[in-house]
């Protein structure tokens, strides 16, 4: 059972657009969801991350909005650029909990083009 | 560099060979984690140590996989018996006080 859900699995945006990425989760008691960006051939690099106190949270040019309620988050990137291109994952975990393992997104492939 | 390492970053071995690899973790961070990723997915949590206790393992790691941290420094996952399903990029994180995982390059394991 995928307890995160994510998509679209793939995303082509032109340079300057906003690329938007939508996850949702099951388990209530998650509260703490990060974004990472993947090159291939890389580990995944730490974003942004978020917890439920707040609905959004800005860093840059990357900005995640959080609805409780619907269980579900988003990473918007503004003014999208080539660099940007990557596979992006979000994930969700019990912050501090006995439970220590992050659970991720399948991922979404963006494409930037130039 | 102050970041996870791992070794080897690449490791290819023939069926039913053992194979090992290791993860410093940033100096002063008490949590590692092992997980893997196959191609086109996201990684998958296999252990967690905090210190040189394993406090979780995954279905997923199999009798066939062991883990240690010996001495709360670095860990190393040992694959015994490799099948060709084990093929994959074996990631290490570790995290501190603030809980933040922070991940190595991995490792590339291709299975003849």
């Known amino acids: 059972q995928q307890q995160v859900k994510q998509s679209p699995q793939s995303l082509i945006v032109q340079k300057g657009g906003i690329s938007i990425i939508n996850c949702a989760y099951e388990?209530?008691?998650?509260?703490?969801f990060p974004w990472y960006q993947q090159f291939p051939g890389k580990g995944p690099a730490l974003l942004i991350a978020?917890?439920?106190?707040?609905s959004e949270k800005k860093e840059g040019r990357f900005t995640i909005s959080f609805n409780k309620s619907a269980k579900q988050f988003s990473l918007h990137i503004m003014d999208s650029q080539p660099g940007d291109s990557a596979t992006y994952f979000c994930?969700?975990?019990?912050?501090?909990?006995?439970?220590?393992?992050?659970?991720f997104g399948k991922g979404t492939k963006l494409s930037v083009k130039p | 560099d102050t970041g996870v390492s791992q070794d080897p970053r690449h490791k290819i071995t023939k069926r039913g060979q053992n194979v090992t690899f290791r993860c410093d973790p940033i100096?002063?961070?008490?949590?590692l984690y092992w997980y893997r990723q196959t191609l086109g997915q996201g990684p998958e949590f296999l252990t967690y140590?905090?210190?040189?206790?394993?406090?979780?393992k995954s279905r997923l790691l199999s009798d066939r996989f062991s883990a240690e941290r010996p001495k709360g420094s670095f860990s190393t996952l040992e694959i015994q018996r490799t099948e060709q399903g084990d093929s994959a990029m074996y990631l290490c994180?570790?995290?501190?006080?603030?809980?933040?995982?922070?991940f190595g390059p991995g490792t590339r394991l291709t299975v003849l």
């Open positions: 978020i917890r439920p106190d707040v």
């Open positions: 994180a570790s995290s501190g006080k603030r809980d933040t995982q922070y």
């Open positions: 140590f905090q210190n040189e206790a394993q406090l979780e």
């Open positions: 994930a969700a975990k019990n912050y501090g909990g006995s439970q220590g393992n992050l659970i």
């Open positions: 100096s002063e961070h008490n949590r």
């Open positions: 388990n209530t008691a998650f509260d703490y």
